[in-house]
């Protein structure tokens, strides 16, 4: 065995004594040295006769070194140094294998540091799962149709599509969890994307749990309902034996109940007056718009004198479908006779209806501007016009190839004159008609036909209803009807309907069907808004119900109700109330000045709701009325008993 002495030659790093002579040549740290064999190893027994600690190095079970004998104080030291060592050892060996760990963005860890105190132990743990896939790609369409001009046969547009199905799971020491989930194809919307927070106390902890994100508020007792689809924060306190359990969110849900009886089931529902069914319903004309109130006065009769006999409906062609396409040319002033919106076209006061020349866009159009039909010039044949204000997308627009829908994909009132789309129109398309009537005997049209001989691919020449840019200052704004509102069911039944009107009252802090003061104190609000005139003869003697009169007050096909005024709860009540400082109370002529995303927050003044049941006959299976139903968000009762799902 070698070791280095004093008498030798000075080492960098010393190479310690395998059979050390004294205490200091065993304590001697060990910078760098090779690991001593397996059956070589170094042993302290203590002396009971001395009092004393015998050092001893053996190879196998032969001693190879002369006994070294230390006091108790020396071999204190001794251990403390080696404890030390061994501690900082082992310490440098797990953050040398923590360096080692490659980063990955899928499985995350930190330490804490002091935060530990707070958060407990096991530092930030951060875990990804899922997939992400993006595809994009350019696609070229070419139509072979000699009916469509050279540029719309060749289309090329860009296309774009993205999956993601992206979970995360974190936790922050022993008390935090963290999970995030985002899922683009998931069937229903309350699986696309979840968050949720959540803080675990101690057990001598005041708070027992704090839950932000996704939270429900289940209740054990049938007299007060839970709540699920919440988004907000929910803790759960405890002080001694009192438990507390508190919810501050925001529902995205809305609550249904349905009970069957006999074999009939009954469907409650209440809608909030700015729920109305946006973009599905227009009129053809301001003309309509303007008399529809007088002309639904004096139900079950219609007193308009008029029958539409013939219309073409034209849309927006994102289908890319070239049967029934045609480039169309729409504007809002065209055969309007008194609310015209630019005052560079006349109106013709021998013209009172709705008609072509009922102002002079039409004739106008024939006779400068008929080089708009080629559509590839519309735009700069009709820039000229931008001196008198026309801007396209509110006054005009221009659509090429737009579409044609079949009479199954909309509903016309043939004497109130407005249509019903099957499919709500989205924000940026087009919907322009042509349409032709009868009124006292003399025949009316508005718009070209696409039989009228205009053969394509020239323009037809049309009235525009919803352009790309509908907004309150549009002239095409007031032809969207505000008073029509879905209950979301088909084939409604007239009997057993119920419809109430209510107000929320916050002197007396509940909803009331009635009004409290002005000259409509005590009215219940069905007959204020005209729809309590008849009995169920539909004679003029109202019994306190809904007059249900199919295709005027009422769509049972698609599940409606339809108000008998355009504006209800706005210019019409002021109207009824007689009295404007008292109608600021009550009025919410926003709901026809806005859009519905300012309206939504206007909470002090949207106060009405329309609620009622409907009873309709069931086979087996039950229909809910609702779709994104949340998981464990439905309770079924017979005989008061709660029944258990799947069981």
């Given at each position: 065995m070698f070791s280095q002495t004093n008498q030798q030659t000075s080492l960098h790093y010393p190479i310690p004594a395998s059979q050390p002579q004294n205490l200091q040549e065993a304590s001697q740290p060990v910078m760098a040295d090779l690991?001593?064999?397996?059956?070589?190893?170094?042993?302290?027994?203590?002396?009971?006769?001395?009092?004393?600690?015998?050092?001893?190095?053996?190879?196998?079970?032969?001693?190879?070194?002369?006994?070294?004998?230390?006091?108790?104080?020396?071999?204190?030291?001794?251990?403390?140094?080696?404890?030390?060592?061994?501690?900082?050892?082992?310490?440098?060996?797990?953050?040398?294998?923590?360096?080692?760990?490659?980063?990955?963005?899928?499985?995350?860890?930190?330490?804490?540091?002091?935060?530990?105190?707070?958060?407990?132990?096991?530092?930030?743990?951060?875990?990804?799962?899922?997939?992400?896939?993006?595809?994009?790609?350019?696609?070229?369409?070419?139509?072979?149709?000699?009916?469509?001009?050279?540029?719309?046969?060749?289309?090329?547009?860009?296309?774009?599509?993205?999956?993601?199905?992206?979970?995360?799971?974190?936790?922050?020491?022993?008390?935090?969890?963290?999970?995030?989930?985002?899922?683009?194809e998931a069937s229903f919307d309350y699986d696309a994307k979840a968050i949720k927070l959540r803080y675990a106390g101690k057990e001598d902890e005041i708070i027992k749990s704090l839950e932000a994100g996704n939270v429900s508020m289940p209740v054990k007792?049938?007299?007060?309902?839970?709540?699920?689809?919440?988004?907000?924060?929910?803790?759960?306190?405890?002080f001694g034996k009192l438990n507390v359990a508190a919810v501050i969110s925001q529902q995205n849900a809305q609550t249904t109940s349905a009970s069957m009886e006999g074999g009939t089931q009954t469907t409650r529902f209440e809608i909030s007056v700015d729920a109305y069914d946006e973009n599905r319903h227009f009129f053809l004309s301001q003309y309509f718009r303007d008399n529809y109130d007088q002309w639904m006065s004096k139900l079950p009769y219609i007193s308009s004198g008029i029958v539409i006999n013939k219309i073409e409906v034209w849309v927006t062609n994102k289908r890319a479908r070239m049967d029934n396409a045609r480039h169309i040319i729409a504007f809002a002033d065209m055969a309007e006779p008194q609310r015209i919106a630019n005052n560079h076209w006349k109106a013709d006061a021998s013209q009172p209806y709705p008609s072509n020349q009922a102002n002079s866009l039409y004739a106008e159009m024939l006779a400068q501007y008929a080089a708009a039909r080629q559509i590839g010039e519309a735009t700069a044949v009709l820039s000229p016009l931008e001196d008198y204000g026309m801007q396209i997308g509110e006054d005009y627009e221009r659509l090429e190839s737009a579409r044609l829908l079949l009479p199954s994909e909309y509903s016309l009132n043939k004497s109130l004159g407005y249509i019903s789309l099957n499919q709500a129109l989205n924000p940026d398309?087009?919907?322009?008609?042509?349409?032709?009537?009868?009124?006292?005997?003399?025949?009316?049209?508005?718009?070209?036909?696409?039989?009228?001989?205009?053969?394509?691919?020239?323009?037809?020449?049309?009235?525009?209803?919803?352009?790309?840019?509908?907004?309150?200052?549009?002239?095409?704004?007031?032809?969207?009807?505000?008073?029509?509102?879905?209950?979301?069911?088909?084939?409604?039944?007239?009997?057993?309907?119920?419809?109430?009107?209510?107000?929320?009252?916050?002197?007396?802090?509940?909803?009331?069907?009635y009004l409290t003061e002005s000259r409509l104190k005590n009215q219940i609000l069905l007959r204020v808004f005209r729809l309590d005139r008849l009995n169920s003869q539909n004679e003029a003697y109202p019994d306190g119900l809904f007059d249900y009169v199919e295709g005027y007050t009422a769509q049972s096909s698609h599940g409606r109700i339809i108000f008998p005024v355009v504006e209800p709860f706005g210019s019409y009540l002021r109207t009824q109330m007689?009295?404007?400082?008292?109608?600021?109370?009550?009025?919410?002529?926003?709901?026809?000045?806005?859009?519905?995303?300012?309206?939504?927050?206007?909470?002090?003044?949207?106060?009405?709701?329309?609620?009622?049941?409907?009873?309709?006959?069931?086979?087996?299976?039950?229909?809910?009325?609702?779709?994104?139903?949340?998981?464990?968000?439905?309770?079924?009762?017979?005989?008061?008993?709660?029944?258990?799902?799947?069981?």
């Open positions: 690991k001593s064999p397996e059956n070589v190893r170094t042993l302290i027994e203590y002396d009971v006769e001395s009092g004393d600690y015998v050092m001893s190095t053996y190879v196998g079970e032969t001693r190879i070194s002369t006994p070294l004998s230390i006091s108790q104080k020396e071999y204190a030291d001794y251990w403390l140094q080696q404890s030390n060592a061994q501690f900082f050892k082992k310490k440098n060996q797990i953050d040398y294998s923590k360096k080692k760990d490659e980063f990955s963005l899928t499985d995350m860890q930190f330490d804490l540091g002091a935060a530990e105190k707070i958060f407990g132990p096991g530092g930030v743990q951060l875990r990804t799962q899922g997939a992400v896939e993006i595809s994009f790609g350019v696609k070229n369409n070419i139509v072979e149709n000699p009916a469509l001009s050279e540029r719309a046969r060749n289309r090329t547009y860009f296309d774009f599509d993205q999956s993601i199905q992206l979970s995360v799971n974190g936790k922050v020491g022993d008390k935090i969890n963290v999970n995030m989930n985002y899922d683009t007792n049938t007299l007060i309902s839970g709540g699920t689809s919440l988004f907000g924060a929910k803790t759960e306190l405890q398309e087009v919907l322009a008609v042509a349409f032709e009537y009868t009124k006292n005997g003399k025949v009316y049209q508005v718009g070209e036909f696409s039989t009228d001989g205009v053969e394509s691919p020239q323009a037809l020449f049309v009235k525009l209803l919803k352009g790309t840019n509908l907004e309150p200052a549009s002239p095409t704004w007031d032809l969207m009807m505000k008073n029509v509102y879905a209950l979301g069911t088909y084939n409604m039944p007239k009997e057993d309907f119920r419809l109430n009107i209510t107000y929320q009252n916050d002197t007396v802090g509940t909803t009331l069907n007689a009295d404007d400082a008292l109608a600021e109370r009550y009025v919410f002529q926003e709901l026809y000045d806005s859009t519905l995303t300012v309206v939504k927050q206007l909470t002090d003044k949207n106060k009405f709701r329309l609620d009622g049941e409907y009873r309709a006959d069931i086979a087996a299976e039950i229909s809910l009325g609702a779709m994104n139903v949340a998981r464990g968000s439905v309770g079924v009762t017979a005989g008061g008993r709660l029944l258990t799902e799947n069981v």
